[in-house]
Structure formats: structure tokens, C-alpha cells
């Protein structure tokens, strides 16, 4: 059974942190890339970071210099380290699993989502 579980989410301050922490379980594929996307209400959901197998990243520019992105290959497990925070950055974050199968088919796997909250 596959899982993606995230956790850290919460309620904070503007200029103040937080961490986020995704673990996946049960895919029985390589897992490519691990990130963190972002849904605000009423606006699609964004890319927030990425990071490759080899720690490889991407970051989208809003967040660039505030956020980090980490990852702990053998535990499936994503971090997200959110600095500065604004409160432009209030969203649903969610985590997503990329992984590469049998004649490279590619499957995704998302979380259930974590609110972040961030008090002007």
C-alpha cells in the first residue's frame, strides 16, 4: 500500500519558520524526484521545490533565498525548510513522489495535503 505522509504544517507569523517533512512508503518503483507543491484558494496548484535523486534542485523564484529543499534518499523522505515566511506563502502544501517503472513509465504519488498558514 502506498503512502505519502506529509507533516509540519501550522499556523505562523509572518518572518517566522517552519519545516515540512514528507515520507513515502510502499512504492515499489525508483523514486526519481521527491517535492512540494502548493495550492492556494481559488489559484492552480504550483510547483514550490523539487530535488533529484543526486540533489539536483529546483525552486520556484518566489521562494527562492527563503526555502530548502532536502532529502534523505534511503528513508523516501522530503523536507521542506520554509524561512521568512510571507503571507503570500499561505497554501495547502502537498507532497509528490515521482517514480520511474517498467518501460519507463512514470507515476506520481501526492499526499493529502498540509495547511500552512502564515498571519500578516
Known amino acids: 500500500q502506498v503512502q505519502v505522509v506529509e507533516s509540519g504544517g501550522g499556523l505562523v507569523q509572518a518572518g517566522g519558520s517552519l519545516r515540512l517533512t514528507c515520507a513515502a512508503s510502499?512504492?515499489?518503483?525508483?523514486?526519481?524526484?521527491m517535492g512540494w507543491y502548493r495550492q492556494a484558494p481559488g489559484k492552480q496548484r504550483e510547483l514550490v521545490a523539487v530535488?533529484?535523486?543526486?540533489?539536483?534542485?529546483n525552486y520556484a523564484d518566489s521562494v527562492k533565498g527563503r526555502f530548502t529543499i532536502s532529502r534523505v534518499n534511503a528513508k523516501n523522505t522530503v523536507s521542506l525548510q520554509m524561512n521568512s515566511l510571507k503571507a503570500d506563502d499561505t497554501a495547502v502544501y502537498y507532497c509528490?513522489?515521482?517514480?520511474?517503472?517498467?518501460?519507463?513509465?512514470?507515476?506520481?504519488?501526492w499526499g493529502q495535503g498540509t495547511q500552512v498558514t502564515v498571519s500578516s
Open positions: 509528490n513522489a515521482h517514480a520511474i517503472g517498467s518501460y519507463r513509465t512514470e507515476y506520481d504519488y
Open positions: 510502499g512504492i515499489v518503483f525508483s523514486i526519481s524526484t
Open positions: 530535488i533529484g535523486r543526486f540533489g539536483d534542485t
